[in-house]
């Protein structure tokens, strides 16, 4: 059931909006201001269900962007702060790359200290194949010139996390609502006065956007626009469009999750890699001529390895992307055999233990898209009078202690994390660097 009147109403029971729900009561509470209805949550289906509910879970600190990973370094302590609840394994991350990428992971590594980030870097050849030797004996691939070893971060389990948030803000008091669809939102004034749903119209004082994949719907409610002037680095404006689609490309291998340990029969570190070398498949053919990458971890949820590869843009006009219904059960935007082909390769060229790793691919669907902002970073800002939007432009499973700073934004204590984050720096030109290695999320 919606309810009547709520001071404060959260839309999406993602990792987001349960983080800022949570976060609000407590503050709310700390400062002797809670009632009983102060913070909702409505979610048209129930706690994770969207792009928080399918994450492959990972939790990495390697940005090349100074900003985002001092925003991830602040996540990880809220993932540290309850790893039973968050069920969250501290396995630590693995960014390896070829030597285009040598300078630019040096840089994070040198950038990861001066903040106090935990993590140990092995440059050259051979020294990274030694390195990944001692730490998997079977470990072949070949052309790594860098590894960045997060000792902090790792993964989640996507679903026992956010049924662990949600306990926690419900203990705060908040009141979660599923099975309640935001159908517009009452704006007049240059404020949001309440939020229309499929259950009735439900007063407000202030809105939280936390929509996920469906925040160009939410953004829309709020009559915000659908393009957006950038200012380049040449000074001059171009309207870009303020949302765009793509695939995130995931799938899972059977294996059993024992044969699948580092050398020491403990669990493995998240690997992410980055490469250059020619990529064979099981029948020694070429599989792409382009820089390739992939990632992978112990799948926690049915057993095995999941991971993925780059994510691919979604072609047609944003209006007309389906984000209904989400995830696997979206046979338009699913992964597919390129992305089957390219992944399992990938396995196969790093480890001897996964040599026979097209064979092993679980067929279920997988795979979910993500709405992504102009720049492909995240808009965390106030709208209107009174509305406040999440939008993680997909990075942001592991940025559960996003809630935690907007929740103060929300009280009006602006955070020095998310300014970089603000929808101004598009027409101001205050864009996140971008770094020259030929992959995309580096
Ligand atoms: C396949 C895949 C793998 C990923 N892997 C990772 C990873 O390993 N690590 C990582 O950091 N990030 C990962 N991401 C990105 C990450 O999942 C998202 O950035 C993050 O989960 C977004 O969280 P959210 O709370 O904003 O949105 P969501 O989790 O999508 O939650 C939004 C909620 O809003 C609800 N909702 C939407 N519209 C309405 C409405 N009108 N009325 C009521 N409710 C509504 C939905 O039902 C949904 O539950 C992955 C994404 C995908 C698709």
Same mark, same amino acid.
């Given at each position: 059931m919606a309810p009547r009147a709520a001071r404060y109403v959260v839309v999406g029971a993602g990792i987001h909006g349960l983080s800022t729900a949570w976060h609000l009561a407590r503050e709310l509470r700390a400062r002797g201001q809670d009632e009983p209805a102060d913070v909702v949550v409505l979610d048209k289906t129930g706690v994770g269900g969207g792009a928080s509910g399918i994450a492959c879970g990972? +939790? @990495?600190n390697n940005y090349f962007q100074p900003a985002m990973r001092r925003l991830m370094a602040h996540s990880v302590s809220v993932w540290e702060s309850d790893p039973a609840a968050f069920s969250y394994h501290p396995v630590g991350y693995l960014q390896l790359g070829p030597e285009a990428m040598r300078a630019g992971v040096r840089q994070i590594y040198q950038e990861q200290q001066a903040i106090g980030y935990r993590s140990t870097l092995v440059e050259g050849e051979a020294d990274c194949r030694a390195y990944m030797g001692d730490l998997f004996p079977d470990w072949q691939a070949e052309g790594i010139s860098c590894v960045l070893h997060e000792q902090q971060g790792g993964f989640a389990n996507n679903r026992e996390s956010l049924r662990g948030l949600a306990a926690k803000a419900e203990a705060a008091g908040v009141r979660i609502r599923? $099975?309640?669809? +935001?159908?517009?939102? !009452?704006? @007049? !004034? $240059?404020?949001?006065?309440?939020? +229309?749903? !499929?259950? $009735?119209?439900?007063?407000c004082d202030h809105l939280v956007v936390a929509a996920g994949p469906w925040t160009r719907d939410l953004w829309a409610m709020l009559g915000l626009p659908d393009t957006v002037p950038v200012r380049g680095a040449d000074g001059g404006l171009q309207d870009r469009a303020m949302w765009t689609y793509w695939l995130v490309q995931e799938g899972t291998l059977k294996v059993d999750p024992a044969t699948f340990t580092d050398a020491r029969g403990g669990p493995p570190p998240v690997v992410h890699v980055d490469s250059d070398a020619p990529l064979f498949d099981e029948d020694g053919e070429p599989v792409t001529a382009e820089p390739w990458g992939i990632y992978y971890k112990p799948d926690a949820n049915f057993g095995g390895v999941q991971g993925g590869s780059l994510p691919r843009r979604i072609e047609e006009p944003t209006a007309e992307v389906a984000v209904d219904p989400y995830g696997p059960e979206q046979s338009a935007y699913t992964a597919g055999a390129d992305f089957a082909r390219l992944w399992t390769a990938g396995l196969a060229h790093c480890h001897g233990r996964f040599r026979e790793a097209r064979r092993l691919l679980s067929p279920e669907p997988s795979g979910g898209i993500g709405c992504f902002t102009p720049d492909s970073f995240p808009v965390f800002d106030h709208f209107l009078e009174n509305a406040y939007v999440i939008a993680d432009s997909n990075h942001g499973y592991k940025m559960i202690g996003v809630g935690a700073l907007v929740a103060k934004e929300l009280l009006g204590e602006p955070q020095e994390l998310l300014a970089p984050f603000a929808f101004a720096r598009y027409e101001q030109g205050r864009l996140h660097p971008t770094s020259s290695s030929p992959f995309p999320w580096s």
């Open positions: 990972v +939790v @990495r599923t $099975g309640v669809r +935001v159908t517009g939102l !009452d704006v @007049r !004034d $240059g404020a949001v006065r309440a939020v +229309v749903t !499929d259950q $009735g119209t439900i007063p």
